[in-house]
């Protein structure tokens, strides 16, 4: 009986613990693991219809400033949003552009 509560008692612990890893938020910025693109686009250096020089020049390269470019603006966004929950983190406005702030005249 005594080891069928220990049992009972661990599994549990361990359901508790197995639930929590699935509820955590996945981390802000940096590469999403989920959205990296499945085949490099360095492959496309290996066609021989080609020169290699066009198909880097040609394919290679705007997939991968397309690619930084898409994480740069994901990376703005979840600033962005970041901004609108809490607005008191952002930067400080002037005192002259401040609410109830008038220009000395």
């Known amino acids: 009986m005594k080891t069928m509560k220990c049992f009972l008692a ?3 612990i361990t359901a508790v613990v197995a639930s929590t ?3 955590q938020a996945p981390p802000r910025g940096g590469v999403n693991p989920a959205r990296r693109p499945v085949f490099s686009p360095y492959l496309n250096l290996l066609r021989s ?3 290699p020089s066009l198909n880097y020049f040609g394919l290679v ?3 991968v400033d397309l690619r930084q470019s898409l994480q740069q603006v994901e990376q703005e966004e979840a600033t962005l949003a970041d901004r609108q929950q809490n607005p008191g983190t952002g930067p ?3 005192p002259c552009l401040r609410r ?3 220009p000395a005249s």
Do not use: E, F, I, W
């Open 100 to 102: 109830g702030m008038r």
């Open 49 to 51: 219809d080609q020169d």
């Open 61 to 63: 390269r705007p997939q």
């Open 21 to 23: 890893g699935l509820a």
């Open 92 to 94: 400080a406005l002037p």
């Open 10 to 12: 661990s599994l549990a």
